[in-house]
């Protein structure tokens, strides 16, 4: 049982490039999210899915666009990299949306230079 | 919006001394109050949750108890060890908006 998995672990980019995170999860969670990590900054949230079909703007969307592409699978989205966007990235997943506890993926760590 | 402050941002403690770290909340209509640990490099993991339906919660160690009146919650480690080192995030969540907000962090080092 993988739980939550993201890929990749580490990119780097240049300014302008454009990336997809993926993340997967097989534990039949309605609702993921992603989350940016900064230090100093805890954890921030910058899309989420409560359910299949939908998605939600969080904190800091700026940047991003995502997919919830079925109930498995959730991506993030930057169409075009800024150094600003340099964090560690996790993607996350719970059995309902509001109240119950959130699972985490390794994270991609990810520099633009 | 939500909003959690938590302190204190750095705590360093004795092996076998007890830590304490409060968090505060601005939205009444939360109700569900999880903190997570998390080891340098790592992946935050869920240590303890409690809901607004109850006062208190222990496990082993760990004790979380909630003053929904004053909207604080607190994180309570006894006998502390030195793999207890990391980060702790609280967070609150619940409300009808389905998001999870997370306080800044706290550095726990606990010196053997």
């Known amino acids: 049982n993988a739980g939550v998995t993201q890929t990749p672990k580490f990119q780097v980019l240049k300014t302008g490039q454009s990336m997809t995170l993926q993340c997967a999860q097989d534990?039949?969670?309605?609702?993921m999210y992603w989350y940016r990590q900064d230090p100093g900054m805890g954890l921030r949230l910058i899309y989420y899915?409560?359910?299949?079909?939908?998605?939600d703007k969080g904190e800091v969307p700026n940047g991003y666009n995502v997919s919830r592409l079925n109930k498995r699978e959730f991506s993030l989205r930057l169409e075009s990299a800024a150094p600003s966007q340099t964090s560690v990235y996790f993607c996350?997943?719970?059995?309902?949306?509001?109240?119950?506890?959130?699972?985490f993926g390794d994270g991609t760590r990810l520099s633009i230079l | 919006g939500e909003n959690v402050e938590q302190h204190p941002s750095t705590l360093s403690v004795q092996e076998g001394d007890s830590a304490v770290i409060k968090c505060t909340y601005s939205d009444s209509a939360s109700n569900y109050f999880p903190w997570y640990k998390q080891e340098l490099g790592k992946r935050p993991q869920l240590i303890i949750d409690?809901?607004?339906?109850?006062g208190e919660k222990k496990d082993q160690r760990i004790a979380v108890t909630l003053n929904k009146t004053a909207k604080h919650f607190s994180l309570h480690i006894t006998e502390t060890q030195p793999e207890d080192s990391a980060v702790y995030f609280c967070a609150a969540g619940g409300t009808s908006y389905g998001k999870l907000t997370f306080g800044q962090g706290t550095i726990l080092t606990v010196h053997p």
């Open positions: 899915s409560a359910s299949e079909g939908t998605t």
């Open positions: 409690i809901r607004s339906n109850v």
């Open positions: 534990m039949n969670h309605n609702s």
């Open positions: 996350a997943s719970s059995a309902q949306y509001s109240n119950q506890p959130q699972h």
